[in-house]
């Protein structure tokens, strides 16, 4: 029953056939840009404060830092963690305003492949630094 006396019915018939409505996934994404923004807010500060104390650093001096194993792990997970929330957001910016299906359809996969070689790229950059030991300069 309808909380709006005469509304039972508005729902157009040929929608209930094709079960058009709801589909019942977007929980999940909402479930995950939550996720990885809770995961940045520490994350940031860290990073903050990784940076402040590397201003005056001199290069050697900053890889050696970068190349900490706690360090590098943080930045890996930093990395990740922003390049996700930023693709959700991006995400949902395309599913939301734009309206060409085939369009929709190459930004996603885009945004995607982009997203992936992003992530990829900075990990494989922390990961060199990380496992290449001291610098030799």
Known sequence: ???????????DPLKVARGLGSAKTGV????????????LVP???WFLFLVGDLVPADYPMVLATIG???NAVFLI???V????HGALGLQVIVEDYVHTR?????????????????????????LAIWLAGTPHS
């Open 28 to 39: 999940h994404h909402w479930w995950l840009q939550r996720t990885t923004a809770v995961a």
């Open 102 to 126: 085939w369009l929709e359809l190459t930004l996603q996969i885009a945004l995607r492949f982009g997203a992936l070689l992003g992530a990829l790229a900075c990990v494989m950059a922390m």
């Open 43 to 45: 994350l940031s500060i």
């Open 1 to 11: 029953m309808s909380a709006y006396p005469g509304q039972e019915g508005l729902r």
């Open 81 to 84: 963690c922003l390049i996700w």
């Open 77 to 79: 997970v930093f990395a």
């Open 68 to 70: 900490q194993p706690v």
